[in-house]
């Protein structure tokens, strides 16, 4: 599976906030927005600190794309034989 951060870059400038702004709001460090400027797994704690700082959700600042999330037919086999 793959995180993608590109929503919130894209917040970002909506918001007319750069790099740095999200830093300090959100008091998180260099090194986790070049992790996150790499696509790179960080904490859901580092996740729920930038929702709070943004007043989002987490799905408003990154997708997961990969096989376990694009193939979700034998999930909803599963629900409707329960």
Do not use: P
Request: charged content about 30%; hydrophobic content about 40%; some cysteine.
């Amino acid at each position: 599976m793959e995180v993608n951060y590109k929503k919130l870059w894209k917040l970002l400038i909506d918001m007319d906030m750069k790099k740095q702004d999200l830093q300090s709001a959100a008091n998180i460090s260099a090194v986790t927005i070049a992790k996150l400027g790499r696509n790179e797994n960080v904490t859901t704690a580092i996740l729920a600190k930038i929702c709070t700082a943004l007043n989002c959700n987490v799905g408003d600042i990154m997708d997961i794309a990969g096989e376990d999330v694009q193939d979700t037919s034998k999930t909803e086999e599963f629900l409707h034989d329960k």
